[in-house]
């Protein structure tokens, strides 16, 4: 009943920048922390951002600086700008939301992911 969407993967020379978006859809009630994991090939899920409802932000220390987490809490969108982006950024890059749906408790949504690509 919710659903989570990606868009604006893509491939992309080292050194550029792309803005991914994520949005929630279906029945929601509520939304609290939002987050982009990546996945590259052979590697384990990490956490790249999360942010929380009122706007606090953390970041894995390989990305602090050039990404950037934010939110629309009316459109149920989380974005991650990627700036200054190096061949180690590539990976399948998926969103991850808590989400109040049709019953009265969190429960974790994942995107199906976004690939992401940068060329060296």
């Known amino acids: 009943q919710v659903q989570l969407v990606e868009s604006g993967g893509g491939l992309v020379q080292a050194g550029g920048s792309l803005r991914l978006s994520c949005t929630a859809s279906?029945?929601?009630?509520?939304?609290?922390?939002m987050a982009w994991y990546r996945q590259a090939p052979g590697k384990q899920r990490e956490l790249v951002a999360l942010?929380?409802?009122?706007?606090?932000?953390n970041y894995a220390d390989s990305v602090k600086g050039r990404f950037t987490i934010s939110r629309d809490n009316a459109k149920n969108t989380v974005y991650l700008q990627m700036n200054s982006l190096k061949p180690e950024d590539t990976a399948v890059y998926y969103c991850n939301a808590d989400i109040a749906s049709s019953r009265p408790y969190y429960i974790d949504y994942w995107g199906q992911g976004t690939q992401v690509t940068v060329s060296s």
């Open positions: 279906g029945t929601i009630f509520s939304v609290d922390d």
């Open positions: 942010i929380t409802r009122g706007g606090f932000t």
